[in-house]
Protein backbone atom coordinates (compact mmCIF):
# COMPACT_ATOMS: atom_id res chain seq x y z
CA UNK A 1 0.00 0.00 0.00
CA UNK A 2 2.80 2.36 0.91
CA UNK A 3 4.58 2.01 -2.69
CA UNK A 4 1.32 2.59 -3.88
CA UNK A 5 1.35 5.58 -1.84
CA UNK A 6 4.67 6.51 -3.53
CA UNK A 7 3.72 5.89 -6.65
CA UNK A 8 0.80 8.31 -7.21
CA UNK A 9 2.74 10.82 -5.59
CA UNK A 10 5.70 10.27 -8.13
CA UNK A 11 7.50 13.21 -6.76
CA UNK A 12 11.54 13.33 -6.23
CA UNK A 13 12.77 15.89 -4.81
CA UNK A 14 16.85 16.16 -5.00
CA UNK A 15 18.68 17.95 -2.61
CA UNK A 16 21.77 20.20 -3.79
CA UNK A 17 24.21 21.55 -1.17
CA UNK A 18 23.37 24.66 0.47
CA UNK A 19 23.57 27.90 -1.17
CA UNK A 20 24.61 31.44 0.77
CA UNK A 21 22.58 34.34 -0.39
CA UNK A 22 25.29 35.89 -2.36
CA UNK A 23 25.51 39.87 -1.74
CA UNK A 24 26.86 42.63 -3.98
CA UNK A 25 26.76 46.23 -3.42
CA UNK A 26 26.28 49.04 -6.30
CA UNK A 27 27.15 52.01 -5.67
CA UNK A 28 25.55 54.87 -7.46
CA UNK A 29 27.41 57.92 -9.62
CA UNK A 30 27.51 60.99 -7.47
CA UNK A 31 25.14 63.80 -7.71
CA UNK A 32 27.04 66.40 -5.77
CA UNK A 33 29.98 67.00 -3.72
CA UNK A 34 32.62 64.56 -1.94
CA UNK A 35 31.43 61.23 -1.26
CA UNK A 36 31.40 59.63 2.20
CA UNK A 37 31.76 56.09 0.69
CA UNK A 38 34.61 54.22 -1.73
CA UNK A 39 35.47 51.53 -3.11
CA UNK A 40 38.94 49.55 -1.67
CA UNK A 41 38.70 46.60 -4.55
CA UNK A 42 36.30 44.21 -5.95
CA UNK A 43 34.79 42.98 -3.06
CA UNK A 44 35.38 45.65 -0.18
CA UNK A 45 34.67 49.11 0.14
CA UNK A 46 34.90 51.54 2.84
CA UNK A 47 32.93 54.36 4.42
CA UNK A 48 33.69 57.06 6.83
CA UNK A 49 32.76 56.82 10.66
CA UNK A 50 30.33 59.34 11.64
CA UNK A 51 31.89 59.36 15.43
CA UNK A 52 34.96 59.79 14.07
CA UNK A 53 35.80 61.30 10.84
CA UNK A 54 39.63 60.66 10.67
CA UNK A 55 38.44 57.14 10.66
CA UNK A 56 36.81 54.88 8.10
CA UNK A 57 34.86 51.63 9.04
CA UNK A 58 35.36 48.66 6.11
CA UNK A 59 33.39 45.82 4.43
CA UNK A 60 33.49 42.57 2.42
CA UNK A 61 30.77 41.49 0.05
CA UNK A 62 30.34 38.78 -2.87
CA UNK A 63 31.11 42.08 -5.49
CA UNK A 64 31.49 45.67 -4.87
CA UNK A 65 30.54 47.45 -8.11
CA UNK A 66 31.99 51.01 -7.91
CA UNK A 67 30.18 53.98 -9.64
CA UNK A 68 31.54 53.46 -12.68
CA UNK A 69 30.01 49.96 -13.68
CA UNK A 70 27.44 49.08 -16.11
CA UNK A 71 24.29 47.42 -16.30
CA UNK A 72 26.40 44.44 -18.13
CA UNK A 73 28.72 43.87 -15.50
CA UNK A 74 26.60 43.63 -12.91
CA UNK A 75 24.24 41.32 -14.69
CA UNK A 76 27.35 39.26 -16.08
CA UNK A 77 28.99 39.23 -12.52
CA UNK A 78 26.11 38.69 -10.50
CA UNK A 79 22.73 37.30 -11.97
CA UNK A 80 23.44 35.45 -15.15
CA UNK A 81 25.17 32.77 -13.07
CA UNK A 82 22.37 31.89 -11.03
CA UNK A 83 19.60 31.51 -14.28
CA UNK A 84 21.35 28.14 -14.92
CA UNK A 85 19.99 26.67 -12.31
CA UNK A 86 16.33 27.50 -13.34
CA UNK A 87 16.93 24.50 -16.35
CA UNK A 88 17.77 22.33 -13.41
CA UNK A 89 14.31 22.50 -11.88
CA UNK A 90 15.72 25.11 -9.11
CA UNK A 91 14.68 28.55 -7.79
CA UNK A 92 15.99 31.79 -8.40
CA UNK A 93 15.70 35.05 -6.51
CA UNK A 94 17.13 38.24 -7.52
CA UNK A 95 16.82 41.25 -5.14
CA UNK A 96 17.48 45.01 -5.22
CA UNK A 97 17.58 46.81 -1.69
CA UNK A 98 18.53 50.05 -0.71
CA UNK A 99 17.28 53.64 0.12
CA UNK A 100 14.97 55.93 -1.86
CA UNK A 101 17.04 57.01 -4.49
CA UNK A 102 20.39 54.77 -4.30
CA UNK A 103 19.67 53.34 -8.10
CA UNK A 104 17.22 49.84 -7.69
CA UNK A 105 14.92 50.38 -10.17
CA UNK A 106 17.88 51.82 -12.27
CA UNK A 107 19.66 48.38 -11.92
CA UNK A 108 16.09 46.13 -11.96
CA UNK A 109 14.65 47.84 -15.14
CA UNK A 110 17.00 50.22 -16.36
CA UNK A 111 15.80 52.28 -19.19
CA UNK A 112 16.22 51.24 -23.42
CA UNK A 113 19.78 52.73 -23.38
CA UNK A 114 20.66 51.04 -20.56
CA UNK A 115 18.61 48.02 -19.92
CA UNK A 116 18.36 46.50 -16.42
CA UNK A 117 18.26 42.96 -14.55
CA UNK A 118 14.81 42.43 -16.05
CA UNK A 119 14.93 42.75 -19.64
CA UNK A 120 18.47 41.02 -19.38
CA UNK A 121 17.78 37.89 -17.28
CA UNK A 122 14.50 37.27 -19.71
CA UNK A 123 15.99 37.36 -22.69
CA UNK A 124 18.60 34.35 -21.78
CA UNK A 125 16.09 32.84 -20.08
CA UNK A 126 14.02 32.46 -23.19
CA UNK A 127 16.58 32.05 -24.75
CA UNK A 128 18.28 29.29 -23.08
CA UNK A 129 15.04 27.53 -22.88
CA UNK A 130 15.21 27.49 -26.68
CA UNK A 131 18.67 26.30 -27.06
CA UNK A 132 17.96 23.57 -24.02
CA UNK A 133 14.68 22.38 -26.31
CA UNK A 134 16.68 22.14 -29.34
CA UNK A 135 20.26 20.12 -27.97
CA UNK A 136 20.67 16.68 -29.02
CA UNK A 137 21.23 15.53 -25.41
CA UNK A 138 20.06 11.85 -24.42
CA UNK A 139 16.95 13.60 -22.17
CA UNK A 140 14.97 15.85 -23.99
CA UNK A 141 13.01 18.71 -22.66
CA UNK A 142 10.57 21.00 -23.57
CA UNK A 143 9.95 24.31 -22.11
CA UNK A 144 7.83 26.72 -21.11
CA UNK A 145 7.69 30.17 -19.97
CA UNK A 146 5.49 32.35 -18.29
CA UNK A 147 5.03 35.55 -16.27
CA UNK A 148 3.35 37.66 -13.50
CA UNK A 149 3.82 40.49 -12.39
CA UNK A 150 2.57 42.17 -9.11
CA UNK A 151 3.20 44.75 -6.50
CA UNK A 152 2.70 45.35 -2.59
CA UNK A 153 1.37 48.44 -2.15
CA UNK A 154 0.72 49.59 0.92
CA UNK A 155 0.53 45.79 2.17
CA UNK A 156 -2.08 44.71 -0.97
CA UNK A 157 -1.09 42.61 -3.24
CA UNK A 158 -1.88 44.02 -6.84
CA UNK A 159 -1.96 42.23 -10.24
CA UNK A 160 0.18 44.29 -12.55
CA UNK A 161 -0.77 42.73 -15.63
CA UNK A 162 -4.71 43.16 -15.17
CA UNK A 163 -5.13 45.94 -12.79
CA UNK A 164 -7.70 46.22 -10.50
CA UNK A 165 -7.83 47.65 -6.60
CA UNK A 166 -8.47 43.60 -5.33
CA UNK A 167 -5.92 42.37 -2.78
CA UNK A 168 -4.72 39.11 -3.73
CA UNK A 169 -4.66 36.88 -1.09
CA UNK A 170 -1.25 34.65 -0.62
CA UNK A 171 -2.11 31.40 0.41
CA UNK A 172 0.46 28.49 1.35
CA UNK A 173 -0.59 24.84 0.21
CA UNK A 174 -0.15 21.79 1.79
CA UNK A 175 3.52 21.68 0.84
CA UNK A 176 4.26 24.85 1.96
CA UNK A 177 4.37 26.70 -1.69
CA UNK A 178 3.18 30.20 -1.67
CA UNK A 179 0.39 30.48 -3.75
CA UNK A 180 -1.77 33.99 -5.33
CA UNK A 181 -4.61 32.30 -6.51
CA UNK A 182 -6.08 34.48 -9.37
CA UNK A 183 -2.92 36.24 -10.04
CA UNK A 184 -2.57 36.80 -13.89
CA UNK A 185 -0.43 34.58 -15.44
CA UNK A 186 1.00 34.91 -19.63
CA UNK A 187 2.79 32.90 -21.58
CA UNK A 188 5.96 34.11 -22.89
CA UNK A 189 7.24 32.37 -26.46
CA UNK A 190 9.90 35.06 -27.05
CA UNK A 191 11.58 38.16 -26.35
CA UNK A 192 8.71 39.86 -28.07
CA UNK A 193 5.94 38.78 -26.20
CA UNK A 194 7.68 39.72 -22.85
CA UNK A 195 7.79 43.23 -23.88
CA UNK A 196 4.20 43.38 -25.05
CA UNK A 197 3.15 42.07 -21.37
CA UNK A 198 5.81 43.37 -19.29
CA UNK A 199 6.13 47.42 -20.95
CA UNK A 200 2.58 48.64 -20.45
CA UNK A 201 2.51 46.98 -16.96
CA UNK A 202 5.31 48.44 -15.49
CA UNK A 203 3.48 51.87 -16.18
CA UNK A 204 0.54 50.48 -13.74
CA UNK A 205 3.10 50.61 -10.78
CA UNK A 206 2.55 52.83 -8.08
CA UNK A 207 5.37 56.12 -8.34
CA UNK A 208 5.09 59.46 -7.51
CA UNK A 209 7.57 61.98 -6.38
CA UNK A 210 9.03 62.81 -3.41
CA UNK A 211 12.25 65.53 -2.26
CA UNK A 212 14.62 62.54 -2.99
CA UNK A 213 13.50 60.92 -6.14
CA UNK A 214 11.20 62.35 -8.78
CA UNK A 215 9.91 59.21 -9.84
CA UNK A 216 10.03 57.05 -6.51
CA UNK A 217 8.39 53.96 -6.23
CA UNK A 218 6.02 53.68 -3.73
CA UNK A 219 5.58 50.01 -3.85
CA UNK A 220 7.97 46.55 -3.90
CA UNK A 221 7.55 45.19 -7.54
CA UNK A 222 8.00 41.38 -7.75
CA UNK A 223 8.06 39.89 -11.64
CA UNK A 224 7.77 36.28 -11.28
CA UNK A 225 8.98 33.96 -14.09
CA UNK A 226 7.76 30.22 -14.25
CA UNK A 227 9.90 28.24 -16.30
CA UNK A 228 8.45 24.84 -16.68
CA UNK A 229 9.59 21.68 -18.52
CA UNK A 230 8.55 18.34 -19.54
CA UNK A 231 10.73 15.45 -20.36
CA UNK A 232 10.09 14.35 -24.17
CA UNK A 233 11.04 10.40 -23.49
CA UNK A 234 9.47 8.11 -20.80
CA UNK A 235 9.46 8.52 -17.94
CA UNK A 236 8.57 12.21 -18.66
CA UNK A 237 9.71 13.70 -15.45
CA UNK A 238 8.53 17.57 -14.99
CA UNK A 239 10.62 20.10 -13.15
CA UNK A 240 9.30 23.82 -12.49
CA UNK A 241 11.35 26.41 -11.77
CA UNK A 242 10.43 29.77 -10.52
CA UNK A 243 12.46 32.85 -10.91
CA UNK A 244 11.62 35.76 -8.69
CA UNK A 245 12.98 39.64 -9.81
CA UNK A 246 12.70 42.02 -7.00
CA UNK A 247 12.60 45.42 -6.92
CA UNK A 248 12.17 46.63 -3.42
CA UNK A 249 10.53 50.49 -2.15
CA UNK A 250 13.42 52.33 -0.40
CA UNK A 251 13.41 52.72 2.64
CA UNK A 252 12.63 56.57 3.59
CA UNK A 253 13.28 58.87 6.38
CA UNK A 254 10.11 61.34 6.10
CA UNK A 255 12.57 64.44 8.02
CA UNK A 256 13.93 64.25 4.59
CA UNK A 257 11.81 63.48 2.02
CA UNK A 258 9.37 65.49 3.01
CA UNK A 259 6.64 63.41 2.91
CA UNK A 260 3.09 64.25 3.90
CA UNK A 261 -0.39 62.29 4.04
CA UNK A 262 -0.69 59.81 1.27
CA UNK A 263 3.34 59.96 0.89
CA UNK A 264 3.91 59.25 4.90
CA UNK A 265 1.00 56.52 4.92
CA UNK A 266 2.70 54.88 1.53
CA UNK A 267 6.01 55.22 3.34
CA UNK A 268 5.08 53.93 6.62
CA UNK A 269 3.85 50.55 5.02
CA UNK A 270 7.32 50.89 3.16
CA UNK A 271 9.70 50.85 6.14
CA UNK A 272 7.32 48.88 8.22
CA UNK A 273 8.09 45.67 6.27
CA UNK A 274 11.61 46.63 5.31
CA UNK A 275 11.59 46.66 9.13
CA UNK A 276 9.84 42.78 8.71
CA UNK A 277 12.18 41.55 6.23
CA UNK A 278 15.43 42.61 8.48
CA UNK A 279 14.18 41.29 10.95
CA UNK A 280 13.73 37.80 9.00
CA UNK A 281 17.01 37.81 8.38
CA UNK A 282 18.11 38.21 11.41
CA UNK A 283 16.19 34.98 13.04
CA UNK A 284 17.56 33.29 10.26
CA UNK A 285 20.96 34.33 10.88
CA UNK A 286 20.32 33.45 14.32
CA UNK A 287 18.64 30.29 14.21
CA UNK A 288 15.45 31.23 16.09
CA UNK A 289 12.62 28.54 16.04
CA UNK A 290 10.09 31.45 14.21
CA UNK A 291 10.96 33.07 11.35
CA UNK A 292 8.58 36.28 10.75
CA UNK A 293 7.73 35.63 7.66
CA UNK A 294 3.85 36.47 8.11
CA UNK A 295 4.51 39.67 9.59
CA UNK A 296 4.07 41.33 6.43
CA UNK A 297 3.09 40.62 2.75
CA UNK A 298 6.37 41.07 1.04
CA UNK A 299 8.48 38.92 3.49
CA UNK A 300 5.33 36.02 2.52
CA UNK A 301 6.30 36.19 -0.37
CA UNK A 302 10.20 36.27 -0.21
CA UNK A 303 10.17 33.06 2.00
CA UNK A 304 11.50 31.10 -0.45
CA UNK A 305 14.05 33.55 -1.83
CA UNK A 306 15.29 34.05 2.08
CA UNK A 307 16.58 30.80 4.17
CA UNK A 308 14.38 29.28 1.49
CA UNK A 309 14.83 27.15 -1.54
CA UNK A 310 16.33 29.40 -4.13
CA UNK A 311 19.54 30.29 -5.30
CA UNK A 312 19.60 34.49 -4.00
CA UNK A 313 21.74 37.36 -4.97
CA UNK A 314 21.00 40.86 -3.28
CA UNK A 315 21.98 43.89 -4.93
CA UNK A 316 22.53 46.14 -2.07
CA UNK A 317 22.10 49.78 -4.03
CA UNK A 318 24.31 52.88 -1.99
CA UNK A 319 24.30 56.67 -2.68
CA UNK A 320 27.42 58.48 -2.41
CA UNK A 321 26.23 61.72 -1.20
CA UNK A 322 26.92 62.94 2.52
CA UNK A 323 22.99 63.20 2.90
CA UNK A 324 22.46 59.99 2.06
CA UNK A 325 25.48 58.73 5.02
CA UNK A 326 22.90 56.93 7.81
CA UNK A 327 20.98 55.58 4.54
CA UNK A 328 23.81 53.86 3.83
CA UNK A 329 25.60 52.75 6.69
CA UNK A 330 21.92 50.52 7.56
CA UNK A 331 21.76 49.51 4.12
CA UNK A 332 25.70 48.03 4.38
CA UNK A 333 24.89 46.61 7.35
CA UNK A 334 21.82 44.97 6.11
CA UNK A 335 23.43 43.50 3.22
CA UNK A 336 26.87 42.24 5.42
CA UNK A 337 24.08 40.54 7.67
CA UNK A 338 22.33 38.87 4.62
CA UNK A 339 25.08 37.07 3.22
CA UNK A 340 25.14 34.94 6.52
CA UNK A 341 21.80 33.24 4.90
CA UNK A 342 22.10 30.15 3.49
CA UNK A 343 19.16 28.59 1.33
CA UNK A 344 18.79 24.97 0.56
CA UNK A 345 18.06 24.50 -2.91
CA UNK A 346 16.69 21.52 -4.66
CA UNK A 347 15.53 19.66 -7.93
CA UNK A 348 11.78 19.13 -8.07
CA UNK A 349 10.87 16.07 -10.36
CA UNK A 350 7.21 14.90 -10.62
CA UNK A 351 5.74 12.41 -12.69
CA UNK A 352 2.53 13.17 -14.55
CA UNK A 353 -0.96 11.39 -13.57
CA UNK A 354 -1.03 8.36 -16.25
CA UNK A 355 -2.76 9.49 -19.27
CA UNK A 356 -1.37 13.20 -19.25
CA UNK A 357 1.74 12.88 -21.11
CA UNK A 358 1.45 16.63 -22.66
CA UNK A 359 4.12 19.05 -23.12
CA UNK A 360 4.27 21.75 -20.44
CA UNK A 361 2.73 24.53 -22.13
CA UNK A 362 -0.51 22.45 -23.17
CA UNK A 363 -0.71 20.92 -19.78
CA UNK A 364 -2.95 22.22 -17.40
CA UNK A 365 -1.99 20.76 -14.11
CA UNK A 366 2.14 22.05 -15.14
CA UNK A 367 0.74 25.62 -15.15
CA UNK A 368 -0.55 24.99 -11.21
CA UNK A 369 -4.23 26.00 -11.73
CA UNK A 370 -4.13 28.24 -14.75
CA UNK A 371 -3.05 31.23 -12.66
CA UNK A 372 -0.80 30.62 -9.78
CA UNK A 373 2.97 31.26 -10.64
CA UNK A 374 4.14 28.58 -8.31
CA UNK A 375 5.37 25.26 -8.68
CA UNK A 376 3.60 22.14 -6.64
CA UNK A 377 6.21 21.07 -4.40
CA UNK A 378 5.53 17.83 -2.09
CA UNK A 379 6.27 17.94 1.55
CA UNK A 380 10.05 16.92 3.06
CA UNK A 381 7.86 13.82 5.05
CA UNK A 382 6.30 12.93 1.29
CA UNK A 383 9.48 12.36 -0.66
CA UNK A 384 11.12 8.94 -0.79
CA UNK A 385 14.43 10.50 -0.25
CA UNK A 386 13.42 12.34 2.73
CA UNK A 387 13.77 9.45 4.96
CA UNK A 388 13.85 5.86 3.56
CA UNK A 389 11.91 2.85 4.65
CA UNK A 390 12.87 1.58 8.39
CA UNK A 391 14.35 -1.46 7.61
CA UNK A 392 14.15 -4.36 10.41
CA UNK A 393 16.53 -4.46 13.51
CA UNK A 394 18.34 -7.53 14.59
CA UNK A 395 15.75 -8.62 17.31
CA UNK A 396 17.97 -7.99 20.19
CA UNK A 397 18.48 -4.32 19.53
CA UNK A 398 15.01 -3.30 18.70
CA UNK A 399 13.62 -0.31 20.64
CA UNK A 400 11.34 -1.19 23.68
CA UNK A 401 9.44 1.99 22.96
CA UNK A 402 8.91 0.39 19.14
CA UNK A 403 8.10 -3.03 20.38
CA UNK A 404 5.83 -1.63 23.37
CA UNK A 405 4.23 0.59 20.26
CA UNK A 406 3.81 -2.85 17.94
CA UNK A 407 2.16 -4.75 20.78
CA UNK A 408 -0.34 -1.70 21.23
CA UNK A 409 -0.81 -1.85 17.20
CA UNK A 410 -1.84 -5.49 17.65
CA UNK A 411 -3.92 -5.06 20.16
CA UNK A 412 -5.50 -2.40 18.13
CA UNK A 413 -5.92 -4.58 14.74
CA UNK A 414 -7.52 -7.32 17.12
CA UNK A 415 -9.72 -4.99 18.25
CA UNK A 416 -11.12 -4.28 14.91
CA UNK A 417 -11.21 -7.79 13.95
CA UNK A 418 -7.93 -8.30 12.48
CA UNK A 419 -9.31 -7.72 8.87
CA UNK A 420 -6.80 -5.05 7.99
CA UNK A 421 -9.68 -2.38 8.18
CA UNK A 422 -8.48 1.15 7.74
CA UNK A 423 -7.82 3.21 11.28
CA UNK A 424 -10.74 5.84 11.07
CA UNK A 425 -8.60 8.41 9.58
CA UNK A 426 -10.89 10.27 7.21
CA UNK A 427 -10.84 13.57 9.42
CA UNK A 428 -7.48 13.90 9.56
CA UNK A 429 -5.95 16.45 7.66
CA UNK A 430 -3.88 15.07 4.44
CA UNK A 431 -0.46 15.70 5.50
CA UNK A 432 -0.66 13.88 8.76
CA UNK A 433 -2.76 11.11 7.39
CA UNK A 434 -0.09 10.00 4.51
CA UNK A 435 2.44 10.45 7.46
CA UNK A 436 -0.01 8.23 9.57
CA UNK A 437 -0.24 5.53 7.17
CA UNK A 438 3.06 5.44 6.24
CA UNK A 439 4.01 5.24 9.95
CA UNK A 440 1.26 2.21 10.02
CA UNK A 441 2.71 0.60 7.06
CA UNK A 442 5.91 0.28 8.40
CA UNK A 443 4.95 -0.84 11.67
CA UNK A 444 2.60 -3.30 10.08
CA UNK A 445 5.53 -4.86 7.91
CA UNK A 446 7.96 -4.65 11.46
CA UNK A 447 5.51 -6.37 13.44
CA UNK A 448 5.42 -9.22 10.42
CA UNK A 449 8.90 -9.37 10.42
CA UNK A 450 9.22 -9.75 13.73
CA UNK A 451 6.91 -12.35 14.28
CA UNK A 452 8.84 -14.42 11.63
CA UNK A 453 11.89 -13.51 13.66
CA UNK A 454 10.40 -14.57 16.48
CA UNK A 455 9.66 -17.96 15.31
CA UNK A 456 12.59 -18.53 13.86
CA UNK A 457 14.02 -18.27 17.27
CA UNK A 458 12.30 -19.89 18.78
CA UNK A 459 12.74 -23.07 16.71
CA UNK A 460 16.48 -22.24 16.46
CA UNK A 461 15.89 -22.24 20.71
CA UNK A 462 14.00 -25.61 20.51
CA UNK A 463 16.48 -27.78 18.24
CA UNK A 464 19.58 -26.49 20.27
CA UNK A 465 18.03 -27.28 23.71
CA UNK A 466 17.04 -30.83 22.34
CA UNK A 467 20.59 -31.55 20.59
CA UNK A 468 22.29 -29.95 24.18
CA UNK A 469 22.44 -32.46 27.42
CA UNK A 470 19.78 -30.99 29.95
CA UNK A 471 20.38 -28.21 32.14
CA UNK A 472 19.65 -29.63 35.97
CA UNK A 473 16.94 -26.99 36.68
CA UNK A 474 14.98 -26.61 33.61
CA UNK A 475 13.47 -22.85 32.94
CA UNK A 476 9.51 -22.92 32.01
CA UNK A 477 9.93 -18.93 31.15
CA UNK A 478 9.09 -18.70 27.44
CA UNK A 479 12.00 -17.39 25.17
CA UNK A 480 12.58 -13.78 25.50
CA UNK A 481 13.61 -11.35 22.79
CA UNK A 482 17.32 -10.07 24.27
CA UNK A 483 17.37 -6.98 25.49
CA UNK A 484 20.12 -4.46 24.69
CA UNK A 485 21.50 -2.51 28.24
CA UNK A 486 22.76 1.02 27.98
CA UNK A 487 24.77 2.15 31.48
CA UNK A 488 25.01 6.05 31.84
CA UNK A 489 27.19 7.13 34.68
CA UNK A 490 24.46 7.87 37.63
CA UNK A 491 24.50 11.91 37.02
CA UNK A 492 23.95 11.37 33.45
CA UNK A 493 20.71 9.33 33.89
CA UNK A 494 19.10 11.80 36.33
CA UNK A 495 19.83 14.54 33.94
CA UNK A 496 18.05 12.90 31.88
CA UNK A 497 15.16 12.19 33.80
CA UNK A 498 15.13 15.80 34.79
CA UNK A 499 14.96 16.60 30.83
CA UNK A 500 12.57 14.29 30.15
CA UNK A 501 10.48 15.24 33.12
CA UNK A 502 10.32 18.71 31.78
CA UNK A 503 9.85 17.71 28.14
CA UNK A 504 6.64 15.79 29.43
CA UNK A 505 5.92 18.62 32.12
CA UNK A 506 5.62 21.63 29.49
CA UNK A 507 6.43 23.72 32.45
CA UNK A 508 9.29 26.35 32.41
CA UNK A 509 10.84 25.47 35.95
CA UNK A 510 10.71 22.63 37.70
CA UNK A 511 11.59 21.75 41.55
CA UNK A 512 13.87 18.82 41.70
CA UNK A 513 15.30 17.05 44.55
CA UNK A 514 19.15 17.61 44.94
CA UNK A 515 21.09 14.40 44.76
CA UNK A 516 21.45 13.23 48.69
CA UNK A 517 24.79 15.52 49.64
CA UNK A 518 25.80 12.83 52.17
CA UNK A 519 25.14 9.79 50.57
CA UNK A 520 23.99 7.85 53.04
CA UNK A 521 20.30 7.83 52.18
CA UNK A 522 19.11 8.02 55.98
CA UNK A 523 15.52 8.56 56.73
CA UNK A 524 16.01 11.68 58.52
CA UNK A 525 17.92 13.76 55.90
CA UNK A 526 16.35 17.00 54.91
CA UNK A 527 16.33 16.77 51.62
CA UNK A 528 17.43 19.58 49.55
CA UNK A 529 15.75 20.84 46.39
CA UNK A 530 16.86 23.06 43.61
CA UNK A 531 15.20 25.14 40.45
CA UNK A 532 16.01 24.05 37.54
CA UNK A 533 14.81 26.33 33.82
CA UNK A 534 13.65 24.39 31.16
CA UNK A 535 17.12 24.82 28.88
CA UNK A 536 14.99 25.33 25.26
CA UNK A 537 13.72 28.42 27.27
CA UNK A 538 17.15 29.61 28.37
CA UNK A 539 17.95 29.63 24.92
CA UNK A 540 14.87 31.39 23.39
CA UNK A 541 14.85 33.80 25.89
CA UNK A 542 18.82 35.06 25.16
CA UNK A 543 17.86 34.92 21.38
CA UNK A 544 14.62 37.13 21.88
CA UNK A 545 17.04 38.91 24.15
CA UNK A 546 19.46 39.61 21.18
CA UNK A 547 16.53 40.25 18.60
CA UNK A 548 15.46 43.14 20.82
CA UNK A 549 18.96 44.59 21.33
CA UNK A 550 19.35 44.82 17.42
CA UNK A 551 15.66 45.62 16.58
CA UNK A 552 14.31 47.33 19.77
CA UNK A 553 13.34 50.99 19.26
CA UNK A 554 14.65 53.02 22.74
CA UNK A 555 11.59 52.73 24.41
CA UNK A 556 11.98 48.79 23.93
CA UNK A 557 15.37 48.89 25.25
CA UNK A 558 14.52 50.87 28.51
CA UNK A 559 12.19 48.00 29.29
CA UNK A 560 14.69 45.56 29.42
CA UNK A 561 15.91 45.21 33.31
CA UNK A 562 19.00 47.91 34.29
CA UNK A 563 18.77 49.74 30.96
CA UNK A 564 17.69 53.20 30.96
CA UNK A 565 17.84 56.11 28.23
CA UNK A 566 21.88 56.56 28.28
CA UNK A 567 22.54 53.16 27.62
CA UNK A 568 19.37 52.48 25.41
CA UNK A 569 21.37 55.25 23.22
CA UNK A 570 24.96 53.48 22.96
CA UNK A 571 23.23 50.25 22.49
CA UNK A 572 21.35 52.13 19.27
CA UNK A 573 25.03 53.82 18.48
CA UNK A 574 26.95 50.64 19.13
CA UNK A 575 24.64 48.40 16.64
CA UNK A 576 24.50 51.44 14.08
CA UNK A 577 28.28 51.30 14.10
CA UNK A 578 29.54 47.52 14.48
CA UNK A 579 25.89 46.18 13.08
CA UNK A 580 23.65 43.73 14.69
CA UNK A 581 24.71 41.35 18.30
CA UNK A 582 25.04 38.59 17.42
CA UNK A 583 24.95 36.77 21.47
CA UNK A 584 23.94 38.95 24.97
CA UNK A 585 27.92 39.17 25.93
CA UNK A 586 28.63 41.77 23.35
CA UNK A 587 27.42 43.92 25.34
CA UNK A 588 30.34 44.18 27.32
CA UNK A 589 31.83 45.52 24.20
CA UNK A 590 29.24 48.86 24.59
CA UNK A 591 31.19 51.46 26.39
CA UNK A 592 30.20 51.69 30.06
CA UNK A 593 28.19 48.26 30.07
CA UNK A 594 28.78 44.81 31.70
CA UNK A 595 27.23 41.43 30.36
CA UNK A 596 25.44 41.58 34.00
N1 LIG B 1 24.15 53.55 -11.86
C1 LIG B 1 23.47 54.64 -12.25
N2 LIG B 1 23.89 55.33 -13.30
C2 LIG B 1 23.23 56.42 -13.70
N3 LIG B 1 22.11 56.90 -13.12
C3 LIG B 1 21.63 56.24 -12.07
C4 LIG B 1 22.29 55.07 -11.58
N4 LIG B 1 21.59 54.63 -10.53
C5 LIG B 1 20.55 55.46 -10.38
N5 LIG B 1 20.57 56.42 -11.30
C6 LIG B 1 19.60 57.51 -11.41
O1 LIG B 1 19.28 57.96 -10.09
C7 LIG B 1 17.90 58.27 -9.99
C8 LIG B 1 17.25 57.45 -8.86
O2 LIG B 1 17.35 56.09 -9.20
P1 LIG B 1 16.16 55.05 -8.98
O3 LIG B 1 14.83 55.64 -9.31
O4 LIG B 1 16.55 53.82 -9.68
O5 LIG B 1 16.25 54.90 -7.41
P2 LIG B 1 15.45 53.87 -6.48
O6 LIG B 1 16.45 53.31 -5.56
O7 LIG B 1 14.67 52.93 -7.29
O8 LIG B 1 14.51 54.87 -5.70
P3 LIG B 1 13.04 54.59 -5.03
O9 LIG B 1 13.24 53.64 -3.94
O10 LIG B 1 12.64 55.93 -4.53
O11 LIG B 1 12.20 54.08 -6.13
C9 LIG B 1 17.28 57.96 -11.33
O12 LIG B 1 17.19 59.16 -12.06
C10 LIG B 1 18.29 57.05 -11.99
O13 LIG B 1 18.30 57.15 -13.39
Redesign the pocket.
Given at each position: MLSQQRASLAETRRACPPARVRVCV????S?QGDPCIRGLNSRSLEIINWRNKNETMQYQFDTFYG?E?T?HDIYTGSVQPVLCHLLEGQNASVL?Y????????????G?PQ?PGMIPRALRDVLQMTREASCSPGSEQWDYSVSMSYLEIYQEKVLDLLEPSQQDLLIREDQDRNILIPGLTERELGSFGDFERHFLPASCNRT?AS?R???????SHTVLLVRVAQAQRAPPHHRRVAKLCLI??????DNRRTGNRGLRLKESGA?NASLHVLSKVVDALNQGLPRVPYRDSKLTRLLQDSLGGSAHSVIIA?V?PEQRFYFDTLRTLNFAAKSKQVVNRPFTQEMLPPPGARKRPAEDPVASSEGTSPEAKRPHEEESPEAEPLSSLLPLGQMDPGLVHRLLALEQLEKQQGGTGRRLPLLNTPRRERVALLRQLEETRSELQKLKEKQKELEATSLLEKACQPKPLQHSKAPIRPWKQAVVLPLQQVQTLQREKAMAKSNKSVLVVQKQSQSGSGAENEVPAWELMLRPDLVAQSRANLVAVLNEGSAKELRALHRIGDKKARLIMAWRQIHGPFTQVEDLKQVEGMTAK
Open positions: RLRPSDAQAGPTGAGKTHTMLSQVTLNDRSSRDLAGSEINA
